[in-house]
């Protein structure tokens, strides 16, 4: 399904870049170059703090569960940094002292960290969890048929399935 | 006619006796409150068809000379003629006073009893000897002719037959001998115990227990061979066996056999003639046995014999001329018969000799029928013996009877279990349908035509059983659960049910087919969808139909105890139970059906077991139960077999739950930051 998805949509970006003639496609790229020379500071720090993101969307990029939750986290600790260097910027400007900020690595690569470790592993727990659920739920049922077989004669029928491939 | 009969009052007598008798007190007993048998002194000059007599004590009038004559289980009283006889008060009958239900101590046995007036004067043929001097005597013949005759026609007026009118069971009514009267003639059955040359050719023909009621024209050939032998002094014939009596009989002629033995005085020899007619049509009845003694003339003067046909039927190198004769020869050479008949030879001896041509055509048939399809010769020759001689027994494959006299030789068959299958045959054909259509005088019973419906049923309810209580109103009830329990009517069964109770039954159903038969005879239509339960493959329904029947008996008949008969109930009904699904409810009804089956009411166990309020309660309750089973083990078998389907669900939601978080941390890192920013 998700595969259908991602296939069926094609990047609109792309598309309309393509669609640009060479004047339009040069004065684009010149537009970039001066926003980015104007706004050095930030574009490093989301450039450097958004690396995990962008490693995810070019490895995973159909993964979409992957990306938005690696994504957003990468994002709340990238926020952290961004609103100070906005701050202060007039200080910063040029400055490349802010990629040594170990701490604002930490904050900023830490929160996709954190990301991963939710991606992969709060599914075990869900399923952990749902396991012992329905193993409390059969036992119960179980214990109501038994007694219903008891006060009426019903017959407690087996279950269809081969329990010997049933998780629980 | 049978219902009409009220036994229970003795049965409930005999209880309160047994009750009451210490252990030296045993050898009486008190029937009716009234009527004390005393078993200790044994009358055997009394003793006749198979009974027993003892002295009996009236303690309301004990001047009264009784006796009784307790009547053998072997074969049955013909309890359907014994209101008549207690009703009829003639000087030449012996007068039976009283009959009931009793416990004959001697034999540990439930029997009849007959309670009669004694005979003071004795027997009237001691050692076969009689000292009656009729010979010289014309007035005293006229005399026993007349009462004997008399009594004849008094049973015929009540539609009843004696047949019990011997030397031997003649006696003299009181001290002086001046009267003579006819003893008992109900202990057993029709002519079972005649001897040969007191019977008619037709009787004597038939197997002595298969002989039937019978008519009055029976009764007076025997007062004819009586008279006879008061004649004459002496019991005649007594040496000669029955098929050479018979034989004799049918050559010769009843009358001008019994004169060829014994010289008969010739101022009798036309009341003889009369009395001793072999054909029926032609005997005398009591009018002109009067007439003829009191010299007035009579308006028929027949033949004494059956009249020969002009040319002789060779059957085993044996020339017969008569119809009787060939047909008496017919049943003894089977086989010659059959070809006989096939060849064709009877129906042109029937043309030539005897000129009857509506015999010939049914003959002719037959012989056509035969020899197309070819089959059992038994049958054939039976068909051909009823054509020939209407008023003859029917023989098939051994039996002979009378068809008002078969359901008696059944009766005996299966006291002495043995098999009845050729009686199957019978019924399964249409021998007795035929033999009615050939008579002139008797009609058939309703049912006749339904015997083959009777027989062809596997049913409960069914086959011969049925047959033989619907044919004869006489015979007891013989199922085996009884035991020494005597049952003639629906009022004993549950008695005779609770008395013969044992250890041993109680695995045993508390029904079979011989009890059903006989109940659905004597209760009628009333218990015909009772048949259909019991006849249904569903045990319970069984079971329900049986208490119903005979919690309704007992409300009907009584007795209002039934202890025994209750815990056996008790014990089969259990399977009712069985259709409550509440096993806690079953368990409560076991304990009460424990409880009810004690006090011996079987309406209790009903209102028990059929609670129409619980019944339905029981009902809604398990469909609910059963929905709830339902919902539950598909819910079980859904987490079972979709495991990996419900893995997907719980890592997608979550995935879902991170991606939520995710957005939510972000959002909140924004606006946290956002905020920060603002205010610096």
């Known amino acids: 399904m998700k595969q259908n998805k991602a296939k069926t949509e094609k990047t609109p970006l ?48 159909r993964n979409y569960d992957k990306q938005i939750i690696i994504g ?97 | 006619m049978v219902e009409e009969i009220n036994i229970s009052p003795a049965v409930e007598a005999l209880d309160d006796l047994q009750s009451k008798n210490g252990s030296g007190e045993n050898d009486k007993f008190l ?43 072997e074969t049955s009283p013909r309890l359907s003629i ?51 001097d009729l010979q010289t005597s014309t007035e005293k013949f006229r005399k026993i002719t007349l009462s004997l005759a008399g009594v004849v026609d008094v049973f015929k007026g009540l539609g009843i037959t004696h047949r019990a009118i011997r030397p031997d069971n003649l006696y003299y009514r009181d001290d002086e001998k001046t009267e003579i009267v006819i003893g008992d003639c109900a202990a057993s059955f029709p002519a079972y115990h005649q001897p040969p040359m007191y019977e008619t050719i037709e009787s004597l023909m038939a197997d002595r227990q298969a002989r039937g009621n019978g008519t009055d024209k029976n009764d007076m050939y025997s007062v004819g061979m009586t008279l006879l032998s008061l ?14 009596i018979l034989r004799q009989k049918i050559r010769k002629g009843s009358f001008t056999f019994a004169s060829s033995l014994e010289k008969i005085p010739n101022q009798y020899v036309a009341v003889f003639k009369g009395m001793l007619h072999d054909n029926v049509e032609s005997r005398w009845g009591y009018n002109y046995i009067f007439n003829e003694l009191e010299g007035k003339p009579n308006s028929h003067n027949s033949q004494n014999h059956e009249e020969k046909a002009k040319r002789a039927l060779t059957i085993n190198a044996e020339k017969v001329y008569t119809p009787s004769e060939v047909v008496y020869m017919m049943y003894s050479n089977i086989d010659e018969a059959y070809d006989l008949i096939v060849q064709g030879k009877i129906t042109d001896w029937i043309k030539s000799s005897l000129e009857d041509e509506k015999l010939a055509a049914k003959f002719d048939s037959l012989t056509k029928q035969e020899q197309a399809s070819g089959g059992n010769k038994d049958l054939t020759v039976a068909r051909a013996g009823i054509l020939l001689c209407p008023n003859m027994p029917i023989r098939y494959k051994g039996i002979v009877f009378f068809p008002d006299g078969i359901a008696k030789a059944v009766f005996l068959q299966f006291k002495h279990q043995k098999n009845v299958d050729t009686f199957v045959e019978v019924f399964g054909s249409d021998l007795i349908k035929i033999w009615y259509q050939e008579q002139d005088t008797l009609r058939s019973s309703a049912n006749t035509t339904e015997f083959k419906l009777y027989i062809l049923r596997r049913e409960i309810g069914y086959g011969i059983e049925r047959i033989i209580y619907d044919i004869d109103g006489d015979i007891p009830c013989i199922s085996p659960l009884f035991g020494q329990e005597l049952v003639y009517g629906p009022q004993q069964v549950l008695k005779a049910l609770n008395n013969a109770f044992s250890d041993q039954n109680i695995s045993k159903a508390p029904y079979d087919r011989t009890i059903i038969a006989f109940l659905r005879c004597r209760m009628g239509k009333k218990i015909e969808n009772i048949l259909a339960d019991l006849n249904s493959s569903r045990e319970e329904l069984k079971a329900a139909a049986i208490m119903h029947l005979y919690a309704n008996m007992q409300n009907k008949y009584g007795p209002a105890k039934l202890t025994n008969l209750t815990a056996w109930l008790g014990n089969y009904l259990k399977i009712i139970i069985k259709i409550y699904h509440n096993r ?48 539950l083990m598909n819910e079980r078998n859904k987490i079972l077999s979709n495991s990996s389907k419900l893995d997907d669900e719980a890592r997608d939601a979550a995935l879902r739950f991170a991606s939520i978080l995710a957005i939510v941390m972000m959002t909140a890192s924004f606006a946290f930051n956002l905020i920060s920013w603002v205010l610096n």
């Not at chain 1, 939710?118 to 036992?139: A, M």
């Not at chain 2, 002094?233 to 066996?241: C, E, N, V, Y």
């Open chain 1, 14 to 61: 792309g598309d309309s870049f393509k669609r640009l003639n060479w004047f339009q496609k040069s004065a684009l790229v010149f537009f970039l170059i001066i926003l980015i020379i104007t706004t050095f500071p930030i574009v490093l720090i989301l450039l450097v703090g958004l690396l995990p993101t962008m490693t995810v969307m070019y490895t995973d990029r």
């Open chain 1, 72 to 168: 957003c986290f990468n994002l709340a600790g990238v926020f952290f940094y961004l609103f100070g260097v906005m701050s202060d910027y007039a200080v910063r400007k040029g400055n490349f002292d802010i990629v040594n900020d170990v701490t604002m690595l930490i904050v900023m690569l830490g929160a996709a960290a954190l990301g991963l470790v939710l991606y992969n592993e709060l599914p075990h727990l869900y399923i952990h969890i749902s396991h012992s659920n329905y193993k409390h739920r059969i036992e119960k049922i179980n214990s109501r048929l038994e007694k219903l077989a008891e006060e009426w004669g019903i017959e407690n029928q087996k279950p269809e399935v081969n329990t010997d491939e049933a998780k629980f």
């Open chain 2, 31 to 73: 029937m009716k409150e009234r009527f004390e048998i005393d078993f200790s002194e044994h009358l055997t000059w009394l003793d006749n068809n198979s009974a027993k007599a003892y002295p009996v004590t009236d303690r309301i009038d004990s001047t009264r000379r009784l006796f009784a004559l307790v009547c053998d289980n």
């Open chain 2, 82 to 132: 014994l209101p008549y006889l207690k009703s009829i008060d003639n000087p030449a009958l012996m007068k039976l006073i009283e009959y009931g239900t009793i416990i004959y101590s001697p034999e540990k046995s439930h029997n009849m009893a007959l309670i009669y007036e004694m005979p003071t004067g004795g027997k009237v043929f001691e050692d076969g000897v009689s000292h009656i």
């Open chain 2, 231 to 244: 004649v004459i002094g002496k019991d005649i014939a007594k040496d000669l066996s029955a098929p050479e």
């Open chain 2, 584 to 631: 806690k409810y079953q368990k409560y009804l076991e304990k009460e059906l424990l409880k009810l089956s004690k006090n011996g009411k079987i309406y209790e166990i009903v209102e028990l077991l059929e609670n129409e309020h619980a019944l339905e309660k029981d009902r809604i309750d398990y469909a609910n139960v059963l929905n709830e089973a339902n919902l």
